[in-house]
Structure formats: C-alpha cells, structure tokens
C-alpha cells in the first residue's frame, strides 16, 4: 500500500493518526496474504523503528545479524516500503506498534 499524503513536523498526533487511518482505509482493500509479516518479522520491524542496528537487533533477539538483514529484505519485499519512516507509518497503520511509541 502506498502513502498519499503529506506530513508536516508540526502536525499534531491526532493530525498524523488521521491521515494514517485514512490510508490505512484507503488501501486496506488490496490486502493480500503476501502482505502479511511473520511474526519475527514484525519484531525485527518494531525494533527497527525504535532506532536499533542490526547488530543491536541481533543481540537483542539473540539471532545472527545475517538473519536480521534477511528479515529486513522480507519486509521490504512483502510491503514495498524501503524507508524507515515509511516502514513507521506501515506500522503504525497495521497496528504493529501504537502511534504514542513511534519516533515522531
């Protein structure tokens, strides 16, 4: 799914959960099962987004850095979202993490 919408960095929490929620609507329709993240794909993302590196990732899921990296390109594959703040808004909008906890 794609993001149509600007963001300002003065735009409030509920201005930014608004327009994610719209997009989220928007595209929730195309949805497939290719889309779907494997649950240690969600954490490596979660983990991502909260600014970690690979190897802190690694360390942190005790599981080898390449490991991690194949994560990140069976995320990036399934939702087409090469962007941190991208992969933020993805997950935001699936509910992965709650928009309070992002980086914003």
Do not use: M, W
Not at 10 to 16: A, Q
Not at 43 to 65: F, P, R, T, W, Y
Not at 68 to 75: C, L, T
């Amino acid at each position: 799914a794609k993001f149509h919408d600007t963001i300002s960095i003065s735009d409030s929490t509920e201005i930014l959960t608004q327009k994610i929620n719209k997009s989220f609507n928007h595209n929730n329709c195309g949805d497939t099962s290719q889309d779907q993240l494997s649950e240690r794909e969600i954490d490596v993302l979660a983990l991502l987004i909260k600014g970690l590196l690979n190897k802190e990732i690694a360390e942190e899921l005790n599981i080898s850095i390449h490991t991690v990296i194949s994560h990140r390109k069976n995320i990036t594959k399934k939702t087409g979202i090469k962007s941190l703040p991208g992969l933020t808004i993805y997950a935001i909008s699936k509910k992965i993490i709650p928009i309070d906890s992002a980086n914003l």
